[in-house]
């Protein structure tokens, strides 16, 4: 409670001593003695009270001012506390109101080049008004009186007696106050300056004391003062009887030190270096890991095991590495995450074009994480087609946020214990892959990326996938069990991100667990504005060009994305610009002369020949050719269904490489053509006489699933009855047996297929509307959409009425019924 013996610091001079002892021999200063305008000194930390003597070191070069013009003269200041300890230079709004006229004793100046000075405190005030801050500050104020206080009175006797037994108490159960305060306390007799000299030595807030001088009447100073001393009183019981109960603990753990001591002075006899010098290190380290009772307990008695096994033997350097593993987990350990969601979005649409859901959706993280900072990290699943910018956008919400970024690639990963860990009873047992990159990111908040989630593949060693199953629970993860760490690791705080091309070779458990977040290829003009943004850009530095060297047209742009690269993302878009960059370094690091701007002649000289064609569409000039929308794991493709008839027996041959879903879709449209060929003009003998053959181009790639049925079916009824199908028109969707046409997947991955190849109209299923409505329009642009519910809608738009150019003529004779 006491900070300092007042008694002590004015021995130098007697008169004031006289003052101090006796408090109540002119211990005021009258209101005819103050000047008009008191100078005022700011102090930090402390409050000064009426008749107590403090030591304050003046450091600001106002205070100093004030400090040696006022010791010239009169030595009277005004004393008030600063609410802020933490400012250099205090305003105004910052200094409390009520404070206490103080004399200055003695000043000394130190050779430091800071000033101390010794003040007695006489009479309270208050600020009416600053006047000026400049050179120092002044104040009007005025004085409080004191009102006169009877000493007889049995209410201040017992409280001067509770106020001494509080403070003697405090005394005895403290013991780094000297004893010497007991006479100072003694030898007090005044009721007002015993509160004085008690509250400023009091171990309470600047506030608490604050509180106490502003309490107008002496006796309600004395009981808020004892209120705080009582508080006080309790603490350090409960403080000393902590002590009681933890001694016993001490005595042991002074008792091993010792014997460790004796173990150590043997070895060093016997000049023997024992491993104590390491484990003490690590015990050492271990002081500073902030991590849960149980790992505590684990490594304590790891390290005493470590204590235990000969340096010699083959299972020290095993148990030297798990002590070590351990102390290298960041425990506990997080990084602080900036809140700034307009900076967030910044960073995000400066280094990803387009996005905006999965922008968005990191954006709420932030918001909620700002609101509710104990939140779970969410487990987030990004899926689409390569080169979209899936991995990227880990690392761009990583400096978002400003937390480590790790990445673990998942591709190819067939063992549980790449993820688990290995026990530590094996040989060569190492932790798994998640607590090692974790390790690596020195934070238990990092953004952790796995890398290819759906290449996960399971075999003899386990199955991965289940693995991961408690990594990406956020009901369980905050318990992840490692096999080889053997307690329980924290994930909750990670921001866990996977990446995918395809969902359907994912676990539907783990599936279940992550919120999946599709991102979809790109539209031409994305392709080209990601191309002006930031992969020119990237290439230029890679390869040591400067923006002023050369520039790109965007004619030259728009010919490589369509001649050179057909694709939903852009990562071989990439490569391509890459290599128009290359040639240019090469004319720069040879100093040849060349075009600064690159145009379509300049693609084509340095890409060679056009890979793909600017309309993959090729006509309807033959019957049985019709153009569908298929999804693949790299985006989406169009798709050409051809048929053809010959003189035969009614045979069907299907090739292409097709799925069984498919095959059963081609035979579904044959029966369904077959049994309403009357409605579509078509004679029932074309079916036993023509063989029917029906084919999907690119043989080497498999095909499957249900989306090309009404393909099949248009085609199917094109050949037979020799009709044109409407130019630039694709079509996706499922056909029943009743002539029903169903729903299909991968809409928007199609429409940027067909856009990219030229289609201008697509037949979709009417229950694909609800698919359409959530895409945005720009992606829609040039594009006339027909809903239909079954097949003869199907035919309305797609077949003409007019025939191909030269129809196939069909040989047919009557056959006889046979018995």
């Known amino acids: 409670m006491f900070k300092a013996n007042p008694i002590q610091l004015v021995q130098e001079d007697s008169d004031d001593l006289i003052q101090l002892i006796n408090p109540e021999q002119d211990s005021d200063i009258k209101p005819e003695d103050l000047p008009e305008e008191l100078s005022i000194l700011p102090i930090k930390n402390t409050v000064l009270f009426p008749g107590v003597v403090i030591p304050i070191t003046v450091g600001r070069q106002k205070s100093i001012k004030l400090v040696k013009k006022a ?8 004393v008030v506390a600063q609410k802020n300890s933490q400012a250099e230079e205090p305003v105004i709004d910052d200094l409390y109101r009520t404070g206490t006229v ?6 000394l100046v130190l050779p430091d080049g800071n000033t101390t000075i010794i003040i007695q405190g006489k009479n309270r005030f208050t600020v009416k008004e600053f006047v000026q801050e400049e050179p120092y500050l002044t104040a009007r104020i005025s004085l409080q009186s004191e009102p006169v206080l009877n000493a007889n009175n049995k209410e201040s006797k017992a409280l001067v007696q509770s106020l001494k037994d509080a403070a003697t108490k405090i005394l005895k159960l403290n013991p780094e106050i000297p004893q010497e305060a007991q006479v100072a306390l003694d030898n007090i007799s005044s009721m007002s300056f015993l509160v004085h000299f008690l509250s400023s030595n009091l171990n309470a807030e600047v506030s608490d004391k604050q509180k106490i001088l502003e309490t ?11 209120q705080y001393m009582l508080k006080d009183v309790q603490m350090l019981e409960i403080k000393h009887e902590i002590q009681k109960k933890v001694h016993t603990d001490i005595d042991q753990q002074q008792r091993d030190y010792f014997l460790r001591q004796q173990i150590k002075v043997l070895q060093d006899e016997l000049g023997y270096d024992g491993p104590d010098k390491e484990v003490e290190k690590f015990r050492r380290r271990a002081d500073t890991k902030h991590w849960t009772k149980q790992a505590a307990e684990h490594f304590n008695k790891e390290l005493d095991k470590l204590l235990r096994i000969n340096p010699m033997a083959a299972e020290y350097p095993v148990a030297m590495n798990y002590v070590e593993f351990m102390l290298d ?3 506990a350990e997080y990084t602080e995450d900036d809140f700034d969601l307009k900076r967030a979005r910044k960073v995000l649409d400066h280094d990803h074009f387009g996005l905006e859901k999965v922008k968005n959706r990191i954006l709420e993280y932030l918001a909620v994480l700002k609101l509710k900072q104990d939140m779970k990290g969410p487990i987030l699943c990004l899926y689409g087609p390569p080169g979209v910018g899936k991995t990227s956008l880990g690392r761009s919400i990583a400096k978002a946020l400003q937390r480590k970024y790790v990445r673990m690639s998942l591709g190819g990963v067939h063992d549980e214990a790449e993820i688990r860990g290995h026990r530590k009873t094996y040989v060569g047992a190492m932790p798994g892959k998640i607590l090692q990159h974790i390790k690596k990111s020195q934070s238990s908040n990092p953004v952790f990326v796995l890398d290819e989630i759906d290449k996960v593949k399971a075999d003899f060693r386990g199955d991965p996938s289940s693995a991961l199953l408690e990594v990406l629970d956020p009901e369980q993860n905050s318990t992840f069990g490692d096999n080889y760490l053997e307690v329980d690791y924290d994930l909750s ?3 866990f991100i996977a990446t995918a091309n395809s969902l359907d070779t994912i676990h539907p458990a783990l599936r279940d667990r992550m919120e ?10 994305e392709k080209v504005e ?4 930031h992969l020119i850009p990237k290439q230029l530095k890679e390869h040591g060009l400067r923006a002023s060297d050369v520039k790109f047209s965007k004619d030259a742009i728009n010919k490589t994305i369509n001649s050179y690269t057909r694709e939903s993302g852009v990562r071989n878009l990439e490569r391509k610009i890459g290599t128009l960059v290359r040639h240019i370094a090469k004319s720069v690091a040879m100093e040849e002369e060349y075009d600064k701007v690159i145009g379509e002649e300049t693609v084509r000289k340095v890409l060679g020949a056009e890979v793909f064609d600017e309309e993959l569409y090729q006509g309807n000039d033959i019957a049985g050719v019709v153009t569908g929308l298929a999804w693949t794991q790299v985006g989406g493709e169009i798709l050409f269904v051809e048929s053809s008839l010959s003189r035969g027996k009614g045979a069907l041959t299907i090739s292409g490489q097709l799925g069984d879903v498919m095959k059963e879709s081609a035979v579904a449209a044959l029966s369904y053509l077959k049994s309403n060929a009357e409605a579509l003009q078509i004679d029932y003998r074309l079916f036993q006489q023509y063989d029917l053959h029906i084919h999907v181009p690119a043989g080497a790639v498999p095909k499957d699933g249900p989306s090309a049925g009404i393909t099949m079916f248009t085609s199917l009824a094109s050949i037979y009855t020799q009709r044109k199908v409407k130019a630039k028109l694709a079509m996706t969707g499922e056909i029943t047996l009743r002539g029903k046409v169903l729903p299909v997947g991968g809409i928007k991955e199609k429409i940027l297929a067909a856009k990219r190849s030229g289609i201008k109209e697509i037949v979709l299923s009417a229950k694909n509307r609800r698919d359409i409505d959530e895409i945005e329009k720009h ?6 959409f027909h809903y239909v519910e079954n097949v003869e809608e199907v035919l309305k738009i797609a077949l003409l009425k007019d025939r191909i150019t030269v129809p196939m003529k069909f040989v047919l004779t009557d056959q006889k019924a046979t018995a």
């Open 102 to 107: 103080a004399r200055i004793i003695k000043m």
């Open 71 to 78: 010791y010239q003269g009169n030595r009277i200041i005004g």
């Open 493 to 495: 705080k990670v921001l």
């Open 516 to 525: 999946i977040i599709e991102i979809t290829g790109y539209t031409q003009e």
């Open 779 to 784: 992606y829609l642009k040039g594009l006339t």
């Open 216 to 226: 107008q009447n002496i006796t309600d100073r004395g009981t808020l003062l004892l």
């Open 329 to 331: 987990l960041p425990w």
């Open 530 to 533: 990601i191309a002006v943004k």
